[in-house]
């Protein structure tokens, strides 16, 4: 009760009325105050000027008296003249002089006698000198008189006191009339709207109402701007009142969310004791749902735990977001967790694990895949230069002995001929292969890779010593070169390897490389087939050699760089010469005569052969047509690469050639390698077919160093098997080669098929051959290949180390004339 009281006395001294009444009152009286002065002021000067006015119309009156007074010196007349002037209430005293002396003088007697010296002090004193009555020039006396000034403030305060009752009568009605306005026309309106907006509900309440006739005053307009307030407060309340469902549903949905996300979401202080967790972090460790045992984070079987303290300390430091990924042992498990902390404030953080085991365990095949080769497992390119790098890296590393590795790069010879012609399939079969009989021959520790299609790579660690290299080389040749069945098909395959030693050769990755590939096909080229080669720095030029040989071979033809010779082949049935096999020769203008093992593999690779065979074909049958001009009855054969069948060499474009040099075509015989059969392809074999139709005779060369197998002679029309020089060169009567070649010779013939031996270059040798039935005989022991002008003298003396060989034994196959074809 009494804080009402007191309030409501505080509001009234606070209202509007009683401060709008103080600020009137208060201006009112400043006004007042200020229009009294100067009222005061202004009186006072009104009422000097109207006394003083008044007093000089008396003396005006009084002057011509007091003239005749000083003029006569009549100080009688003069007195009467001052005594009539003090009795004017405003005058206190007058005298009159003639300059000299007053002649009159008189003082009024006032209303007391003590206050009479204080009066004619203050009191003012109004002089007029006297003019002489005959000449206005001359002054003869002077009149004065005192004003009184008791009587002067008399009239002002009467005047002062009328305008401040009257000033302060309308200023009292003007603050009745401003506090009566105020109270009606401010007062009242806000009083009602102020019990109005306590009374209001904000849902329910209905707007103010706006007072009578002020609706454009200030008044309505404070109306009007509260109902649009209430209007936006409601809609306001409105949007709190659905925001708070939508925050008490996005609750529930974040606690249902959180209860059954795969994530693990957890709070942990900066201790990283774990404070609360969801199901799935539990899960994730297979900790118990519930427990009341506080968990430290740290105290989970991690594999780097100081990793993981550190991701805390760097979430605290930064107070930002880290993520990191860290290994934990789970039951008998390794389980890879993404991390990520987020800091909530100054002591908890927020924590999210995922389980992303399988991404890397994903990521780590990819890695794997990234660097390994699909087809054997060994390392890809990318992968060997990776470790190639690391090797070198910690040879550098590494001070005192075995401080050095060897490279070794190993290509297959003619492999592209195995995918050529028995396909793709065939081709991975060798590789896959190859690459375990590469696995076998080395360490574990030692890096092997396959760097594309039939070219590896080996790292063999720690290995610097010549002859141990050497004895690993072999060790891979032999491996590699024994024999592979593909499709119950044994194949062999030569081999190529180049070696290169780090750091002796060079310390470099690139030159490293560069060295063993120069190594590798120095072996290939420079060496002969099935050979290794360390590298050393002539093979740079070498190298050189042989790009500006590759560049040459596209010209050999136009510059006519070529020749052929010719080899006889002597048939020991008839015992004399029957045909040649022609050879090609490159007589380069720099580099003098270059032999074929040496230009026709580049031929080969480059695709030179294709013209290089066209024009060997053409130029052997236009020597056919010669000897048949010439009475001679031979055979030549011509050896047709595979990279020209069968689109390079038509069948259509060799009957032409014979037709247009008037030649038969079982006088031109074609040689072919037994890599040709592999795979059985159909265009080979319709090309084949094609030739063979036409009339060629078809001769198998170099018969037992390939693909050998006398399944593929009985599906291809061959007539002639040609025995190759390296089972002919260690013939004897006590080894094994010479059974082998009595059983070829024997086969073939139970086959129909022809034989001539290559290579032969001894008497022994023509004995053991003839003995076993072969056909015809090749090589240096008749003769070595000569040019065409050169072949009668070279048939001269083959008659006559003919007359010295032994007869051919009877049997076996039927003997024909090889110029007469197949039976």
Request: net charge negative.
């Amino acid at each position: 009760m009494f804080f009402d009281r007191w309030r409501m006395k505080y509001f009234w001294r606070q209202s509007i009325l009683v401060r709008t009444a103080a600020q009137v009152v208060g201006i009112c009286l400043f006004v007042g105050l200020c229009v009294v002065l100067l009222t005061n002021y202004q009186a006072e000067r009104f009422v000097q000027q109207d006394i003083s006015w008044r007093i000089h119309q008396l003396l005006s009156t009084f002057e011509r008296t007091v003239q005749i007074a000083c003029f006569a010196q009549d100080e009688n007349l003069a007195q009467e003249v001052v005594n009539g002037l003090t009795q004017h209430s405003e005058i206190i005293g007058a005298g009159i002089t003639d300059g000299t002396k007053i002649l009159a003088e008189s003082q009024s007697q006032g209303n007391g006698v003590d206050d009479e010296p204080q009066r004619r002090v203050t009191s003012e004193r109004i002089s007029r000198r006297i003019a002489s009555p005959f000449d206005a020039t001359q002054i003869i006396g002077e009149l004065f008189i005192d004003l009184d000034p008791e009587i002067v403030n008399l009239h002002v305060q009467k005047r002062v006191s009328y305008v401040a009752t009257l000033l302060g009568v309308q200023l009292l009605a003007v603050v009745l009339v401003v506090l009566i306005v105020v109270l009606l026309w401010v007062v009242r309106p806000i009083k009602r709207m102020s019990d109005k907006l306590h009374l209001m509900n904000a849902h329910s309440a209905e707007p103010l109402t706006l007072p009578a006739g002020q609706e454009n005053t200030e008044i309505g307009r404070l109306a009007f701007d509260i109902n649009q307030l209430r209007e936006r407060l409601l809609v306001a309340l409105d949007e709190e009142h659905n925001l708070r469902i939508q925050q008490e549903i996005g609750e529930r949905k974040y606690r249902a969310i959180l209860e059954q996300a795969k994530a693990g979401i957890f709070l942990i202080d900066r201790g990283m004791v774990v404070e609360s967790g969801n199901p799935s972090f539990h899960r994730c460790f297979g900790l118990p749902p519930t427990t009341d045992e506080a968990i430290n984070l740290l105290q989970l079987r991690w594999r780097n735990p100081d990793a993981l303290k550190k991701l805390v300390e760097q979430c605290v430091a930064k107070n930002d977001t880290v993520t990191d990924d860290f290994e934990c042992d789970v039951g008998d498990d390794a389980h890879w967790f993404n991390v990520t902390l987020t800091p909530i404030d100054d002591q908890l953080i927020q924590g999210q694990l995922s389980d992303i085991s399988r991404q890397k365990q994903m990521e780590m095949l990819a890695q794997h895949e990234a660097v390994t080769d699909g087809l054997t497992g060994l390392l890809n390119r990318v992968g060997f230069i990776q470790k190639l790098d690391q090797e070198i890296a910690a040879c550098n590393a590494r001070k005192g002995e075995n401080q050095g590795f060897a490279l070794l790069c190993v290509n297959f010879d003619s492999f592209r001929q195995v995918n050529e012609t028995l396909g793709i399939a065939a081709g991975d079969q060798i590789l896959t292969i190859a690459a375990q009989r590469l696995r076998s021959c080395v360490k574990s520790s030692d890096f092997i890779s396959r760097l594309g299609s039939d070219a590896f790579a080996l790292i063999l660690r720690s290995t610097t010593d010549e002859k141990v290299v050497n004895n690993i080389a072999i060790r891979i040749s032999t491996a590699l070169k024994s024999f592979i069945d593909v499709s119950n098909t044994p194949m062999q395959l030569g081999v190529s390897i180049g070696i290169t030693l780090f750091p002796r050769d060079d310390s470099e990755r690139q030159m490293l490389l560069r060295n063993a590939e120069m190594a590798r096909e120095h072996a290939r080229y420079g060496h002969g087939h099935r050979r290794h080669c360390f590298f050393d720095s002539t093979m740079a030029s070498n190298a050189e050699h042989r790009r500006r040989l590759e560049s040459d071979l596209r010209f050999v033809v136009r510059r006519n760089e070529l020749i052929v010779r010719f080899q006889p082949i002597v048939d020991m049935r008839v015992r004399r010469m029957t045909g040649v096999e022609t050879l090609v020769r490159w007589e380069h203008p720099q580099f003098g005569l270059i032999p074929p093992d040496i230009f026709i593999p580049l031929a080969e690779e480059t695709g030179a052969i294709v013209d290089i065979g066209l024009w060997v074909l053409e130029t052997a049958i236009q020597q056919l047509a010669v000897w048949r001009r010439q009475g001679f009855d031979r055979y030549i054969s011509v050896n047709v690469s595979a990279r020209q069948i069968p689109d390079g060499l038509a069948p259509i474009t060799m009957i032409e050639l014979v037709n247009r040099y008037g030649v038969e075509p079982a006088n031109l015989a074609i040689e072919i390698t037994e890599s040709l059969f592999m795979g059985n392809s159909e265009a080979v074999k319709t090309w084949l077919d094609a030739v063979h139709a036409l009339g060629f005779p078809i001769y198998l060369d170099d018969f037992g160093t390939g693909y050998s197998s006398l399944s593929y002679i009985r599906h291809f029309p061959v007539d002639v098997l040609k025995v190759d020089k390296s089972f002919i060169c260690d013939i004897n009567e006590e080894n094994s080669a010479y059974a082998l070649v009595g059983a070829i010779i024997n086969m073939a013939h139970s086959l129909g098929l022809r034989v001539v031996a290559e290579g032969v270059e001894s008497q022994r040798q023509l004995d053991l051959l003839v003995m076993e039935g072969c056909n015809c005989i090749q090589g240096y022991y008749f003769s070595r290949p000569v040019a065409a002008n050169e072949i009668e003298a070279a048939n001269q003396r083959i008659e006559e180390l003919i007359a010295l060989a032994p007869t051919p034994l009877s049997g076996g196959a039927e003997i024909q004339q090889l110029s007469l074809g197949k039976t």
